[in-house]
């Protein structure tokens, strides 16, 4: 009976308010009052940040889920109080909680409308328990406290140690002058490189996040550096993090754009404490340095991407596909460079920039009829090839260089328009309407050149591949990109067109193979040929109506392919009977023309539906009408944009996103720009890219018009051409480490944004 009484009376006796000294004489188990078991301290770390503290008697303790602190102050805003992990308790009336003993604290930031005095009071409530088993009810105590600057503080505790320390023990343990304690050096490895040092007194330590470093230079920046690890800290305020004792050094690798001797100035900001509990406020340094004259400059010191950030973890940095390949370009062998890109040029064949200079090749060598041969094939195809290969050269050294894309101005309506025509008059000489030759008058005048290269087939195919590159294959890509950014950053134009040449070569190896194996495999000549022919003349019109996509809605194109569709299929006796006996060829074709029409027919069922995918015509249709539930849901089904035009836009429209706690990303997007369409049609339709960008005001750039406004919000990016993709964190900065350059499938997408808005 008197054990069950017992926990029934400390039940009772916990709702009895111990605001006095409790008279319970027991020896050494008389109870404390509650301000003495648990004293409670305010004070300030800086202008922004409190300490709360209480100091918890032996035999007792707090716990971590009843404190409350408030501000009394009005216009004094209070954040979130940290407090530290507790131990684990099983305790009678709660279960298990988190308790504190001996000592607890919390550091709480301070905003709002500070006081002239910069007095403020706080109240602070807690609740805990003795281990007799005698609970307190929740008390509550307030305080005031001064806020003061770290440095009106550190003055104070220096003056206050200097002297109760001096008096005692002499100046032995004098807390030192911040340039005392963290003796800081810079000096010149190189023409490309510095070494910073800092040889740091015993007792005292600089944390590892706080560095920064930059240079104040018109032709010299910093390139990517590293700080070596540290040692593990419990730092009171803190929490757990990397500091350095006794020293810290490192090398800072530097970007130059001049060979000729320059001044630089280093700045430098580091932060550190003295283990007796002082810490001083940032130090900031600046230094200036005379760098020697090199010889040329340094492939290793190209900067692909802006330094990381001094208080990244030793995790390795996120680096995105463009910036590793110009790396690669700065810091690996140039046989391996030309082998790494010609590689990814093979890998861009069957991309929409370079699938469609299939037909085009291919059209050619079989229009040249009864006279093709292997070798010949071989020859046009080569010509085609190099010529291509040379125009992506010579465009992109320009464009890195002098950071404007040749190809932009080419994709002009009304050039585009005009080489539709070219591949529309091309096809239908392909089904034999007419031949294609020049004028007699212009023929006389350029015999000499016919003759020499076979009536001038030589001369067109190269005209051709020029053409083709300029305007049927305008893609950005991630290598694309990396060469430019090698080439814009280093000058080097010949490593960085070898690179481009080498790419080009890759993204034409396909074609050699397709041209020369059309003089071996094609039929010389009959009804065969003809057929060969037409088959050509078709892929050719499907070249023109994607060329008109980036122009005409998409209603209209949707009528072109359905037309390209049906009509041949009409051809191949899809709507014909067979006559009996009919060979196996005939049959197939004719199953092929069928599968033509159906899908040609549903296209324009789409047409009318208010459908925009040729490949997917019935998608959102159910019974001819468009799915009402598709419709309801389609604001949510694609990703929305604002429209932005300037930089000034641009920065207006981050700053609100930040205000109202949203990251945001800009989409530089143009109509004549194939990879915006995919990312339009697939990646922007994914339901996982939609919630990955749920906080995320979502911009859209339309750099259609090329103009001055639009070049200028290009340049202020460094961005070559669409499409590009650009994310800003709520700190308002791009994480420019995270750049999407070229197209990009959804569910890879989806990573990049998380890993953007992660940092």
């Not at 730092?235 to 001049?258: A, Y």
């Not at 600046?286 to 030793?314: H, K």
Request: charged letters at 15%; a negative charge.
């Amino acid at each position: 009976m008197i054990n069950r009484l017992i926990p029934l009376l400390f039940t009772l006796l916990s709702l009895i308010p111990l605001y006095g000294h409790a008279a319970f004489d027991n020896g050494d188990d008389e109870l404390l009052a509650p301000e003495e078991a648990f004293a409670l301290s305010v004070s300030a770390i800086d202008d922004k940040t409190i300490n709360v503290e209480w100091n918890v008697a032996d035999g007792y303790y707090l716990y971590r889920s009843k404190f409350k602190i408030i501000s009394n102050t009005p216009g004094i805003i209070l954040g979130e109080a940290q407090f530290p992990k507790g131990k684990v308790k099983q305790d009678e009336f709660f279960g298990a909680v988190e308790i504190y003993r001996g000592k607890v604290a919390a550091k709480i930031s301070v905003s709002g409308d500070i006081p002239a005095d910069g007095i403020i009071s706080v109240t602070a409530t807690s609740q805990g328990c003795a281990d007799i088993g005698v609970c307190y009810p929740p008390f509550t105590e307030s305080r005031e406290v001064k806020l003061t600057t770290i440095s009106t503080k550190l003055k104070s505790s220096i003056g206050n140690l200097s002297s109760f320390i001096g008096n005692l023990a002499g100046d032995e343990d004098e807390i030192l002058e911040p340039d005392q304690a963290f003796r800081f050096n810079a000096s010149i490895v190189d023409g490309e490189t510095l070494k910073v040092r800092w040889d740091i007194t015993p007792k005292y330590y600089l944390y590892r996040n706080k560095f920064e470093f930059s240079i104040d230079s018109d032709n010299t920046s910093l390139g990517r550096y590293s700080l070596p690890a540290g040692e593990e800290k419990d730092d009171e305020f803190f929490g757990k993090l990397q500091v350095f004792h006794n020293e810290m050094e490192s090398t800072l690798p530097l970007v130059r754009t001049t060979t000729e001797a320059t001044t630089i100035n280093l700045k430098v900001t580091y932060q550190g404490c003295a283990e007796a509990g002082v810490c001083y406020p940032p130090i900031k340094k600046s230094i200036q340095l005379a760098l020697p004259a090199i010889d040329a400059i340094s492939e290793t010191s190209v900067a692909a991407t802006p330094p990381p950030s001094s208080s990244d973890s030793n995790a390795e940095e996120f680096v995105s596909e463009q910036d590793s390949l110009a790396a690669s370009l700065a810091g690996g062998s140039t046989l391996a460079t030309i082998a790494l890109f010609f590689g990814m040029g093979l890998l861009l064949t069957f991309t929409p920039c370079v699938f469609p200079m299939i037909p085009i090749l291919s059209s050619i060598i079989v229009g040249q009829g009864d006279s093709l041969t292997t070798r010949r094939a071989f020859t046009l195809s080569l010509a085609y090839v190099l010529a291509m290969a040379f125009t992506y050269t010579v465009v992109g050294v320009i464009a890195g260089l002098s950071g404007a894309n040749l190809q932009v101005f080419f994709q002009d309506p009304v050039i585009l328009s005009i080489f539709a025509v070219v591949f529309v008059a091309l096809s239908f000489s392909m089904f034999g309407f007419y031949e294609l030759q020049l004028p007699s008058s212009w023929q006389g005048k350029l015999s000499e050149i016919s003759n020499s290269q076979q009536g001038g087939t030589l001369t067109g195919t190269a005209i051709m591949g020029f053409l083709s590159a300029l305007i049927v294959g305008p893609c950005v890509t991630a290598p694309l990109i990396g060469a430019l950014i090698y080439i814009s950053q280093t000058g080097d134009a010949v490593l960085g067109g070898l690179a481009l040449f080498a790419l080009s070569m890759g993204m034409g190896t396909p074609l050699l193979i397709v041209g020369t194996s059309a003089g071996k495999l094609l039929p010389r000549a009959g009804g065969w040929m003809d057929s060969v022919k037409a088959v050509f003349g078709v892929m050719l019109l499907a070249v023109a109506v994607w060329m008109l996509e980036r122009i005409l809605p998409a209603s209209i194109i949707m009528v072109m392919w359905a037309m390209l569709l049906i009509i041949p299929a009409i051809y191949m006796h899809a709507a014909d009977s067979l006559p009996e006996g009919s060979s196996g060829w005939s049959r197939l074709w004719k199953g092929v023309g069928i599968v033509m029409l159906v899908q040609g027919i549903l296209i324009l069922v789409a047409v009318a539906a208010g459908g925009n995918d040729p490949l997917q015509p019935l998608k959102g249709i159910s019974g001819g009408m468009v799915n009402s539930s598709a419709t309801s849901g389609s604001q949510n089904s694609h990703v929305t944009f604002q429209t932005i035009k300037s930089v000034d836009d641009l920065e207006r429209a981050v700053a609100k996103a930040n205000a109202e706690g949203k990251t945001a990303m800009l989409d530089f997007y143009a109509d004549w720009c194939v990879s915006c369409k995919e990312f339009e049609k697939y990646t922007f339709t994914n339901p996982g890219v939609i919630a990955a960008l749920g906080n995320t005001v979502t911009l859209q750039a339309d750099v259609t018009d090329n103009d001055a406004v639009d070049q200028a919000l290009l340049k202020k990016f460094g961005i070559i051409g669409p499409p590009a993709i650009l994310f800003f964190g709520l700190d308002g900065k791009e994480r420019k480490n995270f750049r999407v350059v070229g197209y990009m499938e959804a569910d890879s997408f989806t990573g990049q944004v998380n890993g953007a808005f992660a940092q």
